[in-house]
């Protein structure tokens, strides 16, 4: 079964940065997203980028601060968090992008990785 693997996260205070990476394997060349799950809250989505990169989409509380990118020859994505805000805190995951219009996720999720941002 192929699952993405994150790795980045950490602890930062407010107004700091991260970049988060994504690998993926065996169902490369997607459109991908990054999607986040506070404690007590249901998993949202934040980010998402054509196969080819030359598109980008952006829920509207990161909008100006998340930039979404990839590198295909590496099987990566990328989310680079700047001004982060206590309310970014959350487990981050990124996954395939099985309908584009709805951003629905595909059901291959990894473990994510834990953004904590301190006030």
Excluded: H
């Excluded at 991908?32 to 007590?40: E, K, T, V």
């Excluded at 990161?62 to 590496?74: A, E, H, M, Q, W």
């Excluded at 996954?95 to 473990?111: A, I, R």
């Amino acid at each position: 079964q192929v699952q993405p693997v994150e790795s980045g996260g950490g602890l930062v205070q407010t107004g700091g940065s991260l970049r988060l990476s994504c690998a993926v394997s065996g169902r490369t060349l997607r459109n991908m997203g990054w999607f986040r799950q506070a404690p007590g809250k249901e998993r949202e989505f934040v980010a998402a980028i054509s196969t080819l990169g030359l598109i980008t989409y952006y829920t509207d509380s990161v909008k100006g601060r998340f930039t979404i990118s990839r590198d295909n020859p590496k099987n990566t994505v990328y989310l680079r968090m700047n001004s982060l805000q206590p309310e970014d805190t959350a487990t981050y995951y990124c996954n395939w992008l099985s309908d584009w219009e709805t951003k629905k996720p595909s059901d291959y999720w990894g473990q994510g990785t834990q953004v904590s941002v301190s006030s």
